[in-house]
């Protein structure tokens, strides 16, 4: 079976600081994909950023990135130079063969709030 | 806007009543996706198509549940029966059919979903 852990409720950043986000996984499965989401109180999903299990550089989209360690599992979203506009829910996924073809296995979330 | 769009935003509903949910998914990606996504919870999977079929249905959460995709563009969700415990935000997602072998690398765009409120 898949799962995602999220172990942090939530977390305060000052803005322009980076913040790193927690995420674990576990998997049997050899191929899979590590997601994250942004959800802010509007509701909607947010896709920010895509790591392959085979990938051997870590991710990277703007002030995004994504700290990938296969032998412990690991999967944490590094976000550098907060803005007022990060606060938000964070979600990390991942998806595997065996997920219903390719359907998304998301964690609890972690609320991230941006401080002035 | 090309995203993908859920109709209606909110619903609110009496227990027993059948509710059905609509979503256009962005007009290009062959795969669509519904979950449930409950307060201070992730999403959770429910079902997903490629194209019209639908290839994963084991994760419906019981048999009031049912999804369809007739024509390979929009989807319905229909909930038969509503219950309090309904009661959550319905998400559709879409995402490109991936490359044969390729990693399942192929990031899902959401819809803003559907409020169920069941009184």
């Known amino acids: 079976a898949q799962k995602i852990t999220q172990t942090q409720p939530g977390m305060f950043v000052q803005e322009k600081e980076a913040v790193t986000l927690d995420c674990t996984y576990d998997t049997s499965d050899q191929s899979y994909g590590l997601f994250w989401y942004k959800q802010p109180s509007s509701g909607e999903m947010i896709f920010l950023i895509y790591?392959?299990?085979?990938?051997?550089q870590n991710a990277t989209e703007g002030r995004y990135s994504l700290n990938f360690q296969k032998a412990r599992k690991s999967a944490n979203l590094v976000i550098s130079a907060s803005q007022l506009g990060d606060s938000a829910m964070y979600f990390c996924?991942?998806?595997?063969?065996?997920?219903?073809?390719?359907?998304?296995?998301f964690g609890s979330g972690t609320r991230l709030q941006v401080q002035p | 806007d090309t995203g993908v769009s859920q109709d209606p935003r909110h619903k609110i509903t009496k227990r027993g009543q059948n509710v059905t949910f609509r979503c256009d998914p962005i007009s290009e990606h062959n795969r669509l996706y519904w979950y449930r996504q409950t307060l201070g919870q992730g999403p959770e999977f429910l079902t997903y198509f490629q194209n019209e079929a639908q290839l994963e249905k084991s994760r419906l959460l019981s048999d009031r549940f049912s999804a369809e995709r007739p024509k390979g563009s929009f989807s319905t969700l229909e909930i038969q029966r509503t219950e309090q415990g309904d009661s959550a935000m319905y998400l559709c997602?879409?995402?490109?059919?991936?490359?044969?072998?390729?990693?399942?690398?192929?990031?899902?765009?959401f819809g803003p979903g559907t409020r169920l409120t069941v009184t």
């Open positions: 997602a879409s995402s490109p059919l991936g490359l044969a072998g390729a990693s399942d690398g192929y990031e899902q765009y």
């Open positions: 790591q392959g299990s085979y990938d051997e």
């Open positions: 996924a991942m998806s595997t063969r065996d997920t219903g073809r390719r359907a998304l296995t």
